[in-house]
């Protein structure tokens, strides 16, 4: 089946630090892999996508590397800030028509300045 | 971009009561809703996919009597918790696919309605 496990938190940095979020996936076929955001008090965002292997999404100073021999996406940033401070959800899709995505349990990052 | 709305974003009930939260999708004609169910400090979960015009699609444990979704229309689903109790506390989120896109890349979610059954 197709699941997302992304690596537990809470993640606590100081400002400026730099930012690696683990996921790991498992999917049949070519799926295409999320990130998304949830700051305090609001709703889902889309953070960055990939779409096929090798692609790379980046937004906002934050990247991730659809790695299929590794079937990984990890979520890296240079430099933190205090307004990265949210939930950080890591999903895909199976890229099949109508089909939801899946969630891994999501990763909280604090950032304290 | 698309924006999809939740009405309401906050509401209170007793228990035994029956709750409707409305998923609109404003700016797109969404042939697709999915409502998720966000437990805190976990991922979301996938209640139900709802298409317009048919009977919603329910996951695994979730009770279809229970969590009532109807898709109207094109630009809105609504989710009804029937007799809530207590454990139906918890955030529910909606999403909206936009038509002919065919990938869940389109998917816009809503910002989200924190029910809370006493």
Redesign the interface.
């Known amino acids: 089946g197709n699941s997302v496990t992304q690596m537990e938190g809470p993640v606590t940095l100081s400002e400026e630090a730099f930012l690696t979020i683990n996921c790991t996936y498992t999917a049949t076929g070519y799926p295409s892999l999320f990130w998304y955001v949830q700051y305090p008090g609001e709703g889902l965002q889309l953070l960055l996508k990939a779409t096929k292997a090798d692609d790379k999404g980046s937004n906002k100073g934050f990247e991730a590397t659809y790695r299929k021999e590794t079937t990984s996406f990890h979520l890296e940033k240079g430099s933190v800030q205090v307004s990265d401070s949210a939930v950080y959800f890591c999903a895909l899709t199976p890229n099949q028509a109508g089909t939801a995505l899946i969630f891994g349990k999501g990763t909280t990052l604090s950032v304290s300045s | 971009g698309a924006v999809v709305s939740q009405h309401p974003s906050r509401v209170i009930c007793k228990s035994g009561t029956s709750v409707k939260i409305e998923c609109r999708s404003l700016d797109f004609q969404a042939t697709?809703m999915?409502w998720?169910r966000q437990f805190p400090?976990?991922?979301?979960m996938?209640m139900a996919?709802s298409?317009e015009g048919s009977k919603a699609t329910y996951e695994q444990g979730v009770e279809k009597d229970k969590f009532l979704i109807n898709h109207a229309s094109l630009t809105l689903s609504t989710l009804t918790v029937t007799s809530a109790h207590p454990e139906d506390s918890s955030f529910y989120?909606c999403?909206a696919?936009t038509p002919g896109q065919?990938?869940?890349?389109t998917?816009y979610?809503?910002?989200?309605t924190r029910l809370t059954v006493l």
């Not at chain 2, 400090?41 to 979301?44: E, P, R, T």
């Not at chain 2, 065919?102 to 890349?105: A, L, R």
């Not at chain 2, 979610?109 to 989200?112: L, R």
């Open positions: 697709t999915f998720y400090k976990k991922s979301l996938l996919t298409n989120i999403s696919n065919g990938f869940s890349d998917q979610f809503g910002p989200g």
